[in-house]
């Protein structure tokens, strides 16, 4: 189904008001030769395609001036043996969802993963990730159309190349992938993962701590923490937690020596946004409707009403005073979308 002149508002966590040329709602893979079709005809028109998941890590900067597909296709494939759970699991289901239905059909592993919001497909594309578990611990592979060439695709767990908050879809393939379906391989040896932070109060190694304990806490922590886009406009995370050298790392912590790092393999050094903004004292600074959120500052609101570009304004205050205090430049996780794609903070800057 295509519609024209359609609102977005409803298709992005936060809430903002912009609009599609066009939008394609992509509800069975039946509707391919369909969709080909349309793509086809708004590139020869040198149009902009989006691919749109549950929106909830986009920040619409205007309106798009091509075509939207919004990716809604449903359904869960499991099968197993004697040592794995399988999923086959379309692009269109919620995410949370889907933790909740396996957690209580004792199907474990993604309980870490709780509340994260979003739909499947778009899970890959950053390699969402919480209390220690990534998406790449479980994916074994991912069925895309190849939106040049429009053959159906599947690559394996390596070839994603996955990263933190980061895959081949961000790269190589950015704007030439459609992911249809993800496979999930669940060991049923499973075992708790409590090291992260407040998780650490449940004993991972006693025998009767359960999935379901874990997907509780979770649940708890992050309702407690993140706000519920439902009620309060965001995109989680707006930005990633910098990765910096040792050498600065050391430099900051002679400083603050209660700034929280996570040293990596490599030698850099993983530091907490949140920590930094917070640091700054900026949760509930506000510009126009957009706020840096009361209880977790790596999240920006939309305390109602906010344009895109008050969002982009307070990101870019909230940017200049993390690298003026601590000289670390913070990168946006969340994705900008100008009226012709993907652009970046300073792209739009640049732009007004
Ligand atoms: N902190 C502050 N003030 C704040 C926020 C955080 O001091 O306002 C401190 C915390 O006390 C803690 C540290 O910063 O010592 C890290 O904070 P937290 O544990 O809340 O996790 P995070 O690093 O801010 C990451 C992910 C989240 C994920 C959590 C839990 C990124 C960018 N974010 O947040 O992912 O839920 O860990 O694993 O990696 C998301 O991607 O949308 C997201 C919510």
Same mark, same amino acid.
């Given at each position: 189904?295509?519609?024209?002149?359609?609102?977005?508002?409803?298709?992005?966590?936060?809430? %903002?008001? *912009? /609009?599609?040329?066009? !939008?394609?709602? @992509?509800?069975?893979?039946?509707?391919?030769?369909? +969709?080909? &079709?349309?793509?086809?005809?708004?590139?020869?028109?040198?149009?902009?395609?989006?691919?749109?998941?549950?929106?909830?890590?986009?920040?619409?900067?205007?309106?798009?001036?091509?075509?939207?597909?919004?990716?809604?296709?449903?359904?869960?494939?499991?099968?197993?043996?004697?040592?794995?759970?399988?999923?086959?699991?379309?692009?269109?289901?919620?995410?949370?969802?889907?933790?909740?239905?396996?957690?209580?059909?004792?199907?474990?592993?993604?309980?870490?993963?709780?509340?994260?919001?979003?739909?499947?497909?778009?899970?890959?594309?950053?390699? %969402?990730? *919480? /209390?220690?578990?990534? !998406?790449?611990? @479980?994916?074994?592979?991912?069925?895309?159309?190849? +939106?040049? &060439?429009?053959?159906?695709?599947?690559?394996?767990?390596?070839?994603?190349?996955?990263?933190?908050?980061?895959?081949?879809?961000?790269?190589?393939?950015?704007?030439?992938?459609?992911?249809?379906?993800?496979?999930?391989?669940?060991?049923?040896?499973?075992?708790?993962?409590?090291?992260?932070?407040?998780?650490?109060?449940?004993?991972?190694?006693?025998?009767?701590?359960?999935?379901?304990?874990?997907?509780?806490?979770?649940?708890?922590?992050?309702?407690?923490?993140?706000?519920?886009?439902?009620?309060?406009?965001?995109?989680?995370?707006?930005?990633?937690?910098?990765?910096?050298?040792?050498?600065?790392?050391?430099?900051?912590?002679?400083?603050?020596?209660?700034?929280?790092?996570?040293?990596?393999?490599?030698?850099?050094?993983?530091?907490?946004?949140?920590?930094?903004?917070?640091?700054?004292?900026?949760?509930?600074?506000?510009?126009?409707?957009?706020?840096?959120?009361?209880?977790?500052?790596?999240?920006?609101?939309?305390?109602?009403?906010?344009?895109?570009?008050?969002?982009?304004?307070?990101?870019?205050?909230?940017?200049?005073?993390?690298?003026?205090?601590?000289?670390?430049?913070?990168?946006?996780?969340?994705?900008?979308?100008?009226?012709?794609?993907?652009?970046?903070?300073?792209?739009?800057?640049?732009?007004?």
């Amino acid at each position: 189904m295509i519609e024209k002149n359609c609102s977005l508002k409803a298709f992005n966590s936060f809430s %903002i008001d *912009a /609009y599609a040329h066009r !939008l394609f709602h @992509f509800q069975k893979i039946s509707q391919l030769p369909e +969709l080909l &079709d349309l793509i086809k005809v708004t590139k020869a028109a040198k149009q902009p395609i989006l691919v749109l998941g549950g929106g909830s890590n986009t920040l619409f900067c205007e309106d798009f001036s091509g075509l939207v597909i919004k990716v809604e296709l449903m359904g869960v494939n499991k099968s197993e043996d004697a040592q794995h759970h399988r999923l086959k699991v379309a692009a269109g289901e919620d995410w949370p969802q889907l933790v909740e239905n396996t957690v209580e059909q004792g199907i474990n592993g993604l309980e870490n993963l709780a509340l994260i919001p979003g739909v499947v497909g778009a899970a890959p594309v950053q390699n %969402i990730g *919480a /209390y220690g578990v990534e !998406l790449k611990d @479980f994916c074994e592979s991912v069925d895309y159309v190849d +939106l040049i &060439d429009g053959e159906l695709k599947t690559l394996t767990n390596e070839d994603c190349l996955f990263a933190y908050r980061d895959s081949i879809f961000k790269g190589d393939l950015k704007d030439r992938a459609l992911i249809t379906s993800v496979s999930l391989k669940l060991p049923k040896l499973w075992k708790p993962l409590c090291r992260y932070g407040l998780l650490e109060a449940l004993n991972e190694t006693a025998d009767s701590v359960t999935a379901l304990q874990i997907f509780d806490n979770v649940c708890r922590i992050r309702s407690e923490k993140l706000p519920d886009p439902a009620i309060l406009g965001n995109a989680g995370s707006f930005f990633k937690n910098p990765i910096v050298s040792e050498h600065l790392s050391g430099q900051l912590l002679s400083h603050h020596a209660d700034m929280p790092h996570y040293p990596q393999a490599d030698g850099s050094v993983k530091l907490a946004a949140g920590w930094l903004i917070d640091q700054c004292g900026l949760k509930g600074h506000q510009i126009g409707g957009a706020a840096v959120h009361t209880e977790q500052a790596l999240v920006l609101v939309n305390n109602g009403g906010a344009t895109a570009y008050d969002v982009v304004q307070l990101a870019a205050f909230v940017r200049e005073q993390v690298l003026q205090k601590f000289a670390v430049l913070l990168e946006h996780e969340v994705r900008f979308i100008d009226a012709n794609g993907e652009t970046t903070l300073q792209q739009v800057i640049d732009n007004v």
